[in-house]
């Protein structure tokens, strides 16, 4: 982490540093996960080559944490699919994509006990 800091503060228009140093304090200190979100975004509009797959990949793991929120789930899938798209190699966005492409196609168990289907048309059509 430490070192991530200095390259960062060295040159804080570098995306790729950015990219790992704000992945490295999420990993660190989850409470932060607000601040990382922000670095990595303002990686992403870097447009650095090589670090742009790696920011979508760890964006889009950050907003998998937010588990209680559907609407951050769909956004982790987005940036997983961009990760993919930028390098088809990465197992990690791979790996995401298809994760959240299962956990959102399941339906939701409510408070109550009953089952949510996902998505509009599940709920539309809701028997």
Known sequence: LEL????????PAD????????????LVDHEKKKDCEEMLRKAIETRHRQALPDAHVFLGTILMSYTDSERQ???ALKHFEEAYRLNPASRDAERGVNLLRKRLAQPREEPDGSKRE??????????
């Open 4 to 11: 991530f800091r200095e390259a960062h503060e060295a040159e």
């Open 118 to 127: 996902g998505g509009l048309f599940g709920r539309l059509f809701k028997k």
């Open 15 to 26: 995306g790729l540093y950015m990219t790992f140093y704000a992945y490295c304090v999420f």
């Open 73 to 75: 789930q769909r956004r």
